[in-house]
DNA sequence: CTCGAAGTACGACGCACATCATACTTCTCT
DNA sequence: AGAGAAGTATGATGTGCGTCGTACTTCGAG
């Protein structure tokens, strides 16, 4: 979906709270997020995000998040990849993530 | 469903984020918790927490927030209701519902 | 005791969406 | 230039779940 390497000024914004709790309640994508969030870079290849799924699925899960401003795409390295918008997700809705990431960690 | 008023030694668990999250992604029981948890009570009966919904797809949505653990049925008054589940929540997911109604009224 | 109001239970229906298989694009590397 | 890896697009499929209508329960008021 994205022309590759959306430019900053033209990123969807992280929607609204109950379109990113939809798109954060799927196990699937959840786990994508925890991923991304455990990453000290904040970004990884697409591969790194799931397995045992088949790559078009992968896509369609990427996008969701993408549409709600959760995730940015993005080159990493030869491959692409996705980002962890912390920013904008944070000033959409300060503690969420942190919030969320807490509770899954001690959730293990 | 419940035998009503449930003991509070055998509540449900506050379900895993995951579950929780899929019970507050939509957006009728969104704005449950949302008017619970903005009464200063912390409880209304079952009417006060929607509008335009045929009564047993509300009964629907009150189960489904009962199992995830973040509502707890009660009598108030004359009638039955529920009871947000402040503290259980912030036990299970530490800041979360505050991120949640924060980011709803910054929504406005 | 009956009536009505407030919820619940149950069954049916329709749509949204998670999944997959296949085909296509677009890189990188040799 | 050709091959293969990594993602994307598209279409099909099945199911979960949000919705409703109707019938049943329970309780308070008259």
Redesign the pocket.
């Known amino acids: ?2 022309p ?1 390497e959306i430019p900053s000024d033209q990123l969807p914004p992280v929607a609204a709270v109950q379109k990113l709790l ?1 798109a954060l309640a ?3 994508r959840l786990e994508m997020v925890r991923r991304l969030a455990a990453d000290p870079a904040g970004e990884a ?3 790194d995000l799931y397995e ?13 998040l993408v549409e709600a401003g959760a995730f940015r ?1 993005v080159m990493v390295g ?4 996705h980002r962890l918008r912390r920013d904008a997700l944070q000033e959409a809705a300060p503690g969420l993530l942190d919030a969320l990431m807490g509770a899954l960690d001690r959730e293990n």
């Open positions: 979906m994205p590759w939809r799927d196990p699937v290849p697409c591969s045992g799924l088949n790559k078009s699925t992968a896509t369609h899960h990427f996008k969701i795409p030869p491959s692409r990849g």
